[in-house]
């Protein structure tokens, strides 16, 4: 490629340069100012001799021409492989979703009726249960939070699972759980209890 490195000022009103400039943007054989005048003035230098201007192909008109033309489609091309990238992960993360619901689907309890769900006062009361339990109190309480406390997930994630899979399996069920006045249970008055049907 042919480095250019002397440059020629042309004088023009506000006006004549924004007509100029119009002019090669709507022109697809230029992708420049600079390279428009480079070719009308070969060309009207040829016309003066009394000559028709070579046939010959000017090289670096030819690769501005291709990187003008190249350049969108590039991007175009970037933004494409930025949207199946954020759909990639977009469904990975809707089967790792998947996948946490049915493991905690699997170990629900299994229940004829949410009544048969056992008292967290039982729950907090029982001294077989470890404190380091979390698997067994996660299946007694069946709470989201119980339920990213064994898993170690943010309670979100646990909650967004288990709301998916009341949705997506028929056996899965939930109750509200009633107000409980004690602090050892850290259950909030609008959690849910999850359960199977027997």
């Known amino acids: 490629m042919t480095t250019r490195t ?18 090669v943007d709507a022109t697809p054989d230029y992708s ?19 000559e028709q201007p070579a046939a010959s192909i000017d090289e670096d008109t030819v690769e501005e021409a291709v990187e003008s033309a190249i350049t969108p489609l590039e991007t175009r ?51 077989d249960l470890s404190e380091d339990d979390s698997y067994e109190y996660a299946r007694r309480a069946s709470t989201a939070e119980a339920w990213a406390d064994y898993l170690d997930i943010d309670v979100s994630r646990a909650r967004t699972a288990l709301t998916n899979m009341v949705e997506w ?17 850290e259950i909030n008055t609008d959690s849910r209890r999850y359960y199977r049907t027997a």
């Not at 049915?102 to 949410?114: F, G, K, M, R, V």
């Not at 399996?169 to 249970?185: L, Q």
């Open 6 to 23: 002397e440059k020629i000022e042309v004088a023009l009103t506000p006006a004549e340069k924004n007509e100029l400039k119009d002019w």
């Open 32 to 50: 420049s100012m600079a390279m428009m005048l480079r070719t009308l003035a070969k060309k009207e230098m040829a016309d003066d001799d009394g």
């Open 77 to 127: 091309l970037e933004r494409i492989e930025d949207s199946i990238a954020d759909l990639d992960a977009v469904g990975q993360a809707d089967d790792d979703l998947e996948d946490l619901a049915h493991a905690i689907l699997t170990e629900l309890p299994e229940l004829d009726s949410p009544e048969d769900f056992e008292s967290f006062h039982s729950i907090v009361s029982d001294d």
């Open 169 to 185: 399996y028929p056996d899965a069920e939930y109750a509200i759980v009633d107000p409980v006045d004690d602090e050892r249970y």
